[in-house]
């Protein structure tokens, strides 16, 4: 019975206009038209949104935590990516 | 005096409004799955808002200073003005969401007519509650067209589900002589019009599902002059249980 | 690289626990910890979704069209908690489906407020009051547990239930200030609410086994007991201004102490009605068996029309 089940779906809402679409939970629909509208009923019931994107969680892809060392902390040593890496005489103003 | 003919109208919109309002509301904890379990109390909730302004205004029409409630609870069966199909039971999902669609295909139509009412408040009324329908109507026509088209046991059930509440659609569009004068002072749209485009809907929605308009056209009528089925007198009984046993109180 | 023993693994989650660093779905974390979460978290859900029965009989019946519609949201809140909730199970791998057929069967559990009826319109502002109030002693400390989307989830449901118990308070204030009767009302609510409101924080510290893992893993923040001291501590002086007597000849404040003192709690009546002897255990499992029988033809037809659709596309 359970291949009869209704996939998962991820759900991301733009809360204004102006603002990125944030992933705010999941949940089951048989397809992306009901999909959208459950994550209408049950997302922003509380006008939290003005625009839902739904996502079938099986076609997201994560990094591993496992390589997370190797993924992410290499770029924690490029300090000069950051402008506070580089001093500026005092005088300066808007750089 | 008090405009008969708008009171009259106005109670029937609002009548329309609570009893489906109150008959989905029966459904909150024991949906088919969660996620529909929540779209049908929204729906519900949006219905009984509706039923709130339309009532009051049919109070402050009345003028003997009757708000939202007391025209709810405190009315006797024959005073109800809703037609005959939302007093009908639940039955199965099927059921229920038939009776939704082949409401919202006539609400949704009425609203857009009523938002040009000459009548500044049904006009006011008419746009909130037109956004809120356009996506009940959607929201039921999804679900008409998977059930016709989904599996042999769901078509069987929904087609029954037409069948059987194919005979109260009628008097969606039944005029009162009163109703004539208001449709003549430019409040109320003529129903031939909502008709039309109610007719159409339901035919495309119910060509998707595959689903066949029954042969049999016998019709019913009677809520919109008070004579109701036997199921309403249920109804009331626990709509209106606490007002009735407890009477004069406020809660 | 070679593979870490488990000693160190643990070792190395141990330390993000205490360095209160969130544990995520796909981090590693012992076996123990994802099945004390799956157990927490689907008890959790199965609560809020049981609970929409009790208050959901009321939903026909409410006295008036305000506190019908108070009450239509607030149970559709619980099934928004719910589902919430069972996200937060899926995340760590255990299915929506299976865990809901745990509750038909009796395996799960789920609090045992919900085995007991709601027999009057002042049930339900009390259940708002005190077991939500209840409910919600217990959800702000697992906002912090160190599970994130537990804990996202927790904070989530805070924010709206906040007017869960308030709307409960205001309707008690009503019946309160309102005819004798009304008053008589609320009392009768409140003498059989107040003993399984105290039950839901579960057993005291001494029975309860699992508890000291918990904390340590920070999936607990406080001990059943302090969390129930808490709540005693904030309701008496709320039932004061109602004017409602707390059904407990010893409840009384204890300047020592800074807490109020009351009388054991009968947890024979507890285990029953945990273990499937309350007034309304059979209602409830029946009530929910049969909506999901009864909606497995409206499930798997949507399935079927969502398949028919894919193949028509690829077509």
Same mark, same amino acid.
């Given at each position: 019975?359970?291949?009869?089940?209704?996939?998962?779906?991820?759900?991301?809402?733009?809360?204004?206009?102006?603002?990125?679409?944030?992933?705010?939970?999941?949940?089951?629909? #048989?397809?992306?038209?009901?999909?959208?509208?459950?994550?209408?009923?049950?997302?922003?019931?509380?006008?939290?949104?003005?625009?839902?994107?739904?996502?079938?969680?099986?076609?997201?892809?994560?990094?591993?935590?496992?390589?997370?060392?190797?993924?992410?902390? #290499?770029?924690?040593?490029?300090?000069?990516?950051?402008?506070?890496?580089?001093?500026? #005489?005092?005088?300066?103003?808007?750089? | 005096?008090?405009?008969? $003919?708008?009171?009259?109208?106005?109670?029937?919109?609002?009548?329309?409004?609570?009893?489906?309002?109150?008959?989905?509301?029966?459904?909150?904890?024991?949906?088919?799955?969660?996620?529909?379990?929540?779209?049908?109390?929204?729906?519900?909730?949006?219905?009984?808002?509706? $039923?709130?302004?339309?009532?009051?205004?049919?109070?402050?029409?009345?003028?003997?200073?009757?708000?939202?409630?007391?025209?709810?609870?405190?009315?006797?069966?024959?005073?109800?003005?809703?037609?005959?199909?939302?007093?009908?039971?639940?039955?199965?999902?099927?059921?229920?969401?038939?009776?939704?669609?082949?409401?919202?295909?006539? !609400?949704?139509?009425?609203?857009?007519?009523?938002?040009?009412?000459?009548?500044?408040?049904?006009? $006011?009324?008419?746009?909130?509650?037109?956004?809120?329908?356009?996506?009940?109507?959607?929201?039921?026509?999804?679900?008409?067209?998977?059930?016709?088209?989904?599996?042999?046991?769901?078509?069987? !059930?929904?087609?029954?589900?037409?069948?059987?509440?194919?005979?109260?659609?009628?008097?969606?569009?039944?005029?009162?002589?009163?109703?004539?004068?208001?449709?003549?002072?430019?409040?109320?749209?003529?129903?031939?019009?909502?008709?039309?485009?109610?007719?159409?809907?339901?035919?495309?929605?119910?060509?998707?599902?595959?689903?066949?308009?029954?042969?049999?056209?016998?019709?019913?009528?009677?809520?919109? !002059?008070?004579?109701?089925?036997?199921?309403?007198?249920?109804?009331?009984?626990?709509?209106?249980?606490?007002?009735? $046993?407890?009477?004069?109180?406020?809660? | 690289?070679?593979?870490?023993?488990?000693?160190?693994?643990?070792?190395?989650?141990?330390?993000?626990?205490?360095?209160?660093?969130?544990?995520?779905?796909?981090?590693?974390?012992?076996?123990?910890?994802? =099945?004390?979460?799956?157990?927490?978290?689907?008890?959790?859900?199965?609560?809020?979704?049981?609970?929409?029965?009790?208050?959901?009989?009321?939903?026909?019946?409410?006295?008036?069209? /305000?506190?019908?519609?108070?009450?239509?949201?607030? &149970?559709?809140?619980?099934?928004?908690?719910?589902?919430?909730?069972?996200?937060?199970?899926?995340?760590?791998?255990?299915? /929506?489906?299976?865990?809901?057929?745990?509750?038909?069967?009796?395996?799960?559990?789920?609090?045992?407020?919900?085995?007991?009826?709601?027999?009057?319109?002042?049930?339900? @502002?009390?259940?708002?009051?005190?077991?939500?109030?209840?409910?919600?002693?217990?959800? &702000?400390?697992?906002?912090?547990?160190?599970?994130?989307?537990?804990?996202?989830?927790?904070?989530?449901?805070?924010?709206?239930?906040?007017?869960?118990?308030?709307? @409960?308070?205001?309707?008690? &204030?009503?019946?309160?200030? @309102?005819?004798?009767?009304?008053?008589?009302?609320?009392?009768?609510?409140?003498?059989?609410? %107040?003993?399984?409101?105290?039950?839901?924080?579960?057993?005291?510290?001494?029975?309860?086994?699992?508890?000291?893992?918990?904390?340590? %893993?920070?999936?607990?923040?406080?001990?059943?007991?302090?969390?129930?001291?808490?709540?005693?501590?904030?309701?008496?002086?709320?039932?004061?201004?109602?004017?409602?007597?707390?059904?407990?000849?010893?409840?009384?404040?204890?300047?020592?102490?800074?807490?109020?003192?009351?009388?054991?709690?009968?947890?024979?009546?507890? %285990?029953?009605?945990?273990?499937?002897?309350?007034?309304?255990?059979?209602? /409830?499992?029946?009530?929910?068996?049969?909506?999901?029988?009864?909606?497995?033809?409206?499930?798997?037809?949507?399935?079927?029309?969502?398949?028919?659709?894919?193949? =028509?596309?690829?077509?």
């Amino acid at each position: 019975m359970s291949n009869k089940e209704w996939p998962l779906w991820e759900v991301f809402i733009r809360s204004k206009q102006g603002l990125n679409h944030k992933h705010v939970g999941s949940l089951r629909a #048989p397809d992306a038209t009901l999909a959208l509208d459950n994550a209408r009923d049950v997302y922003t019931r509380r006008s939290e949104g003005i625009s839902i994107w739904v996502v079938e969680s099986n076609y997201i892809h994560a990094s591993d935590p496992s390589d997370a060392d190797s993924f992410f902390e #290499p770029s924690d040593t490029k300090v000069y990516r950051h402008p506070t890496f580089y001093d500026v #005489p005092d005088g300066i103003k808007h750089m | 005096m008090k405009n008969e $003919a708008l009171y009259n109208y106005v109670l029937h919109l609002g009548d329309d409004s609570l009893i489906l309002g109150q008959r989905l509301g029966e459904w909150c904890g024991h949906g088919p799955i969660l996620e529909e379990d929540i779209a049908m109390t929204n729906i519900s909730l949006d219905l009984i808002g509706q $039923a709130m302004s339309l009532l009051d205004y049919a109070g402050e029409i009345d003028g003997q200073g009757k708000d939202h409630d007391a025209l709810a609870f405190l009315r006797f069966e024959h005073e109800y003005r809703n037609v005959l199909l939302l007093e009908q039971p639940n039955g199965d999902f099927a059921n229920t969401m038939m009776r939704q669609f082949l409401f919202d295909a006539f !609400r949704k139509p009425l609203y857009e007519q009523l938002v040009a009412s000459k009548d500044v408040q049904i006009s $006011a009324i008419a746009e909130k509650s037109l956004k809120e329908t356009k996506y009940h109507l959607k929201h039921s026509s999804e679900w008409i067209i998977r059930l016709g088209d989904g599996t042999e046991e769901s078509h069987n !059930r929904v087609q029954n589900a037409l069948d059987h509440l194919w005979r109260y659609t009628d008097e969606l569009f039944s005029e009162s002589d009163l109703d004539q004068s208001l449709v003549d002072a430019g409040i109320v749209p003529s129903m031939s019009e909502i008709k039309i485009q109610w007719a159409e809907t339901v035919r495309s929605v119910l060509e998707e599902a595959t689903l066949m308009i029954p042969t049999n056209n016998w019709q019913f009528e009677g809520g919109r !002059r008070g004579v109701h089925s036997e199921h309403l007198g249920f109804l009331l009984a626990d709509l209106q249980y606490m007002q009735r $046993a407890y009477p004069n109180m406020t809660w | 690289m070679k593979p870490m023993d488990l000693q160190e693994l643990e070792k190395r989650f141990q330390e993000k626990i205490d360095k209160e660093i969130k544990i995520e779905p796909n981090d590693w974390m012992p076996d123990e910890y994802r =099945k004390t979460l799956i157990r927490q978290i689907s008890q959790h859900a199965h609560s809020e979704i049981v609970g929409m029965l009790p208050e959901g009989n009321w939903i026909t019946r409410a006295p008036n069209l /305000r506190r019908k519609a108070v009450l239509l949201a607030k &149970v559709q809140d619980e099934a928004g908690h719910g589902l919430y909730l069972y996200s937060s199970v899926e995340t760590l791998g255990a299915d /929506r489906e299976e865990t809901i057929d745990d509750l038909h069967s009796g395996k799960a559990k789920y609090s045992s407020i919900f085995n007991y009826p709601a027999v009057t319109w002042a049930d339900i @502002g009390t259940i708002g009051w005190l077991v939500d109030g209840a409910a919600i002693m217990n959800q &702000v400390a697992l906002c912090r547990c160190s599970y994130g989307p537990y804990a996202r989830g927790m904070v989530k449901i805070c924010k709206e239930e906040s007017f869960h118990q308030r709307q @409960g308070f205001e309707s008690l &204030v009503t019946l309160c200030n @309102g005819t004798p009767t009304q008053k008589a009302m609320a009392q009768d609510a409140m003498n059989r609410f %107040w003993w399984p409101a105290l039950m839901m924080f579960g057993p005291s510290d001494d029975e309860s086994p699992n508890s000291a893992q918990s904390m340590k %893993w920070k999936i607990k923040r406080f001990s059943n007991d302090e969390l129930r001291q808490s709540f005693v501590d904030a309701t008496v002086p709320q039932a004061e201004i109602l004017g409602l007597t707390i059904p407990d000849p010893n409840l009384k404040w204890n300047e020592e102490t800074g807490h109020y003192d009351f009388s054991p709690i009968n947890w024979d009546e507890f %285990w029953q009605v945990v273990n499937g002897n309350g007034p309304c255990n059979k209602e /409830r499992i029946e009530a929910r068996t049969k909506a999901k029988e009864e909606g497995m033809w409206v499930r798997e037809a949507a399935m079927a029309y969502a398949e028919k659709r894919a193949l =028509k596309k690829t077509a």
